[in-house]
């Protein structure tokens, strides 16, 4: 049995919470009855009170590598003892270079160069800044209309936010950029439920893209972002042949196409990019979170060479690109991101999660029938299930499950409203994959 009995502080406690404005959390809820943690290694959180947490949520779909990774932490040191911080503009470090190579070798062919940033937001504002700029040094001035998705998410940046398509992310911040618009989801309840991987009804929505290019006209397209599994709206995975229709569109049209891979980028889906996944080359690409299994803030953009190549003219002393961060290409990000680089490579993660797929599909997938359980999708290691929203309180027995398998089951898991997704680390075994199952079917059953 269980023992839940309290021990020892991992670490000091504030009395205090009330400083601290969380970010996307409830926050007079949770300083009520706070979910504190204290420290993690491989699957698992341990809170302040010494409890150990499951993790289905691979943090924030950022340790895909698990947790308290030694080889990652290690690099880290040395790096901060070695170089603390370098200058970004004008200025380089030999291990920038180093990871970027790195990265385009993991990448499709012809994505073949990397701008660093520190987010996924940053990366999702700075491949909607190239995609402008790329067609304004082409002489295509006309084209800056950008297009997401309904449901998309692309991060907190006021241009992420506007080519974002969930409501609740948007409505508070009045107009955005002006010059947006949307393609539909990809989802249909009636025709797609309970699909493992990809469902095989949905290609046709990319076809909406061709009413949107007649509505504006091509000439004012720079580009279209997608994720090809919109996670954070709680896992969409893409139909069967919808990127690559998406790609022939905008490739008919002139129209950039930008991956967000900030969720599906390194081994979520069993590949190192869902381009490969899908055999679907974009013009830019965007990664952050697994990057440096989420020990060091970084992101950035992947160009394909020949929009890479377009900015490289003029006098060659002036500033190509007028863009970037402060922290780009941090040394200790870097140090994170090349020891990284090295763990999914030397334990074969990207190939493990591959093979662990149908496993893990099949296992979420005994949850259907459970109560309020009305959909249940998975691709790669990753799950979203739907539960019925009470008509009173959209949203409420989501939050009740997520503090529910906190506080009374063990788990960390994610919600989008009313829906649970499922993220584990690529570490994960079989026994442990029984166990989050068991333990979300008995969260279900508590907020039935």
Known sequence: MLDKSPSAPAVNVPNDLAAHWMPFTANRAFKKAPRLLAGAKDMHYITVDGRKIIDAASGMWCTNAGHGRTQISSA??????????????????????????RIADLAPAGLDHVFFCNSGSEAADTALKIALAYHQINGQGTRTRLIGRVRGYHGVGFGGTSVGGIGNNRKMFGTLLAGVDHLPAT????????????????????????NLVNLHGASTIAAVIVEPMAGSTGVLPAPKGYLKRLREI?????????????????????????????????????????????????????VRDTIHDAFMSGPEHMVEFTHGYTYSAHPIACAAGLATLDIYRDEKLFERALGL????????MTLKGLPNVVDIRTVGLTAGIDLASRPDA????????????????????????????????????EDQIGEIVDKVGKVIRAVA
């Open 76 to 101: 880290i040191a040395r790096q901060a003892e070695t170089l603390d911080y370098a200058p970004p503009f004008q200025f380089g470090i030999p291990q920038a270079f180093e990871l970027a190579s």
């Open 394 to 429: 959209v949203g409420q027995r989501g939050y009740d499950a997520m503090t529910n398998a906190f506080h009374d089951n063990d788990m960390m898991l994610r919600i989008a409203g009313d829906t649970l997704a499922l993220t584990p680390p690529l570490i994960i075994s």
């Open 250 to 302: 905008t490739q008919k049209h002139g129209i950039l196409l930008i991956f967000d891979e900030v969720i599906t980028g390194y081994g979520r889906l069993g590949y190192a990019f869902a381009a490969e996944r899908y055999g679907v080359l974009p013009d830019l690409l965007t990664f952050a979170k697994g990057i440096t299994n989420g020990a060091a803030p970084m992101g950035g953009v992947i």
């Open 357 to 364: 797929e149908p496993k893990f599909a099949d296992a979420v």
């Open 187 to 210: 989802y249909d309840r009636e025709k797609q439920a309970f699909s493992k991987g990809e469902p095989d009804y949905g290609a046709n929505f990319a076809d909406e893209l061709e």
